[in-house]
T-cell receptor, first 112, second 113 residues
Framework: SQKIEQNSEALNIQEGKTATLTCNYT??????LQWYRQDPGRGPVFLLL?????KEKRKERLKVTFDTTLKQSLFHITASQPADSATYLC???????????FGTGTRLLVSP | EAQVTQNPRYLITVTGKKLTVTCSQN?????MSWYRQDPGLGLRQIYY???????DKGDVPEGYKVSRKEKRNFPLILESPSPNQTSLYFC????????????FGAGTRLSVL
């Protein structure tokens, strides 16, 4: 079965730095890869989606890359702020299926 | 405001006492899903529905039931809750664009004693 790996250890960075989160997967590549943000006690919120044939996607301070050779997606937050502190989840969607497979998430802590 | 509404937000119950968690969306989405989230296991899909009267099992359906009699509502039913169903539950909806972007509710924290 498909396995998704996100770093279970929290990522601590200083305000203003770039945060980089990793999502690795096994087996075959998905048609779409999504990133969500989840705050404590709240539901995940969709941030960005990248297609299988796209290398990079940007939205304001966010950037997602997708490397199907490495079977990896990187999620970058530039000029990070304490308000960016949250857990970030990646999710994979495969062609022909309507089910997303979620990673366990990585907690990001941005200190002032 | 576009949203997915779950109720209740918090629930403490005892083993074997039937309960229902309601979910409603106002975005006219065809697809709806229920997930549970447990530490170290992430979000796992319980059931999903692709349209009214169409439901199917997700990864962890045992002990749960759902129904989809109306497009906007997708209740989750625990006929005989057990302590291993203590978890954080999320309802989500998505449209038919194929990207399956999920819009989540705020969550229901369930404790079964």
């Amino acid at each position: 079965s498909q396995k998704i790996e996100q770093n279970s250890e929290a990522l601590n960075i200083q305000e203003g730095k770039t945060a980089t989160l990793t999502c690795n997967y096994t087996n075959y590549s998905p048609a779409y890869l999504q990133w969500y943000r989840q705050d404590p006690g709240r539901g995940p919120v969709f941030l960005l989606l990248i297609r299988e044939n796209e290398k990079e996607k940007r939205k304001e301070r966010l950037k997602v890359t997708f490397d199907t050779t490495l079977k990896q997606s990187l999620f970058h937050i530039t000029a990070s702020q304490p308000a960016d502190s949250a857990t970030y989840l990646c999710a994979l969607l495969y062609t022909g299926f309507q089910k997303l497979v979620f990673g366990t998430g990585t907690r990001l802590l941005v200190s002032p | 405001e576009a949203q997915v509404t779950q109720n209740p937000r918090y629930l403490i119950t005892v083993t074997g006492k039937k309960l229902t968690v309601t979910c409603s969306q106002n975005m006219n989405h065809e697809y709806m899903s229920w997930y549970r989230q447990d530490p170290g296991l992430g979000l796992r899909q319980i059931y999903y529905s692709m349209n009214v009267e169409v439901t199917d099992k997700g990864d962890v359906p045992e002990g749960y039931k759902v129904s989809r009699k109306e497009k906007r509502n997708f209740p989750l039913i625990l006929e005989s809750p057990s302590p291993n169903q203590t978890s954080l539950y999320f309802c989500a909806s998505s449209d038919r664009t194929g990207k399956n972007i999920q819009y989540f509710g705020a969550g229901t924290r369930l404790s079964v004693l």
